[in-house]
């Protein structure tokens, strides 16, 4: 069973320390705040870490759904433990809603990531933007997904726009309530393949998944008429083998993301941008007001887009702002270290003439 939800030669590799250790593998296909549910050759079951696990896991250490795990088993149960995660070979990882909660995997070993927002008031090329940073960091091949087209009177126009972004990846135009698009859409993945849409709340993506299984799986909710807003119809995310063989992650909505070493992904998206400081004539060009800048000329004569240029700049500083972050993190984790190991040396000392004397 876990071959159809895409184990491989690889996978068994890297899991052969686990095997001799008497476990077994299987992936995590539903997550809630209670435990997990994993997919093994003896069926579903239900699962928790182990406290050792949690104990040794950082931020993003946690299981995840779509994370390839050793297990150890309870047959009459029903029940399994989860010991340790197999190596990702792409996690999708965002800043969680607070930021003392760190950083937050949404999910692990993705093939594609659909990019979905819908053709009402919610479409926001900006955003669009941020989330092809996250989903080209993460490893994963990016696709944008256009829902609800039968809501726009111009919907051509509006791929036109955001194909106009230089996003370097399909751009899909779908109505999942007229049935169009969906197969250009499930075209994108492959069997054995998993996929996952990414967006904000009341886009379509529940809608998405129900067209995909033609059923009614996922609960959806019409949008607000007064902001075009939707409600998460999605409290947990769930990995759900479709009809050709893939496999789809539904997550719940995502109103932002927080680009956590994402300087890659947003090369990326803003290849362009990041070429011209090269056509500079000083090489330490603050792009403002000096003499020979390529990118005061670009936006000068129209070539590159001022509001571009500025949501560019705001990824940038946003990068800076975590990569400082994570530096003064790790510095004041040094001088608590230093600090424990001059406390013990010190009572060391007082220990060793309290004995002389």
């Keep these: 069973m876990i071959e159809q939800y895409g184990w491989s030669e690889q996978l068994a590799a890297a899991f ?15 997550q809630q705040r209670d435990g997990y549910l994993v997919l093994t050759d003896q069926g579903e079951l239900r699962a928790k870490a182990s406290g050792r696990l949690l104990h040794e896991a950082k931020e993003i250490g946690h299981p995840a759904v779509g994370d390839w795990v050793a297990l150890s ?13 197999l190596p990702r ?24 990531a659909f990019i979905v927002t819908s053709l009402n008031a919610d479409l926001n090329p900006r955003r669009i933007q941020r989330y092809l940073a996250a989903a080209w960091q993460s490893g994963a091949r990016p696709v944008v997904v256009l829902t609800k087209s039968d809501l726009s009177s111009d919907p051509e126009a509006l791929v036109a726009e955001i194909t106009a972004l230089d996003v370097d990846c ?24 998993t996929c996952v849409l990414i967006g904000s709340s009341g886009v379509g993506k529940s809608s998405l998944v129900n067209a995909f299984l033609n059923e009614d799986r996922m609960a959806t909710q019409a949008i607000r008429e007064s902001d ?11 990995l759900i083998m479709l009809p050709g063989g893939g496999m789809i ?7 932002e993301v927080g680009l956590i070493d994402a300087e890659e992904g947003v090369s990326v998206v803003f290849d362009d941008i990041e070429h011209l400081p090269q ?74 003439r309290g004995s002389r004397d």
């Excluded at 088993?73 to 995660?85: D, F, G, K, M």
């Excluded at 075009?228 to 769930?238: E, F, M």
């Excluded at 946003?318 to 040396?345: F, P």
């Design 89 to 112: 070979s792409t996690a999708f990882v965002r800043r969680a809603a607070h930021s003392s909660r760190g950083l937050q995997i949404i999910a692990a070993n993705i093939d594609v």
């Design 279 to 352: 056509d500079c004539r000083f090489s330490d060009c603050s792009h403002a007001n000096e003499p020979g800048c390529a990118v005061r000329a670009a936006l000068e004569d129209g070539t590159l887009d001022p509001d571009r240029w500025a949501h560019f700049q705001k990824l940038k500083l946003e990068l800076a702002a975590a990569e400082e972050k994570a530096d003064r993190v790790a510095k004041d984790a040094e001088r608590r270290r230093l600090a424990a190991l001059q406390k013990h040396y010190r009572a060391t000392k007082r220990n060793d």
């Design 16 to 30: 052969a320390p686990h095997a001799r250790a008497g476990h077994t593998p299987g992936r995590v296909v539903l």
């Design 249 to 255: 992650v539904d997550t719940p909505g995502i109103r």
């Design 228 to 238: 075009d807003q939707g409600r998460h119809t999605t409290s947990h995310r769930q």
């Design 73 to 85: 088993l309870s047959p009459q149960e029903r029940t399994a433990t989860i010991h340790a995660i």
């Design 170 to 193: 399909p751009v899909l135009l779908v109505s999942a309530r007229e049935g169009l698009g969906l197969e250009a859409l499930i075209n994108q993945v492959k069997p054995g393949e």
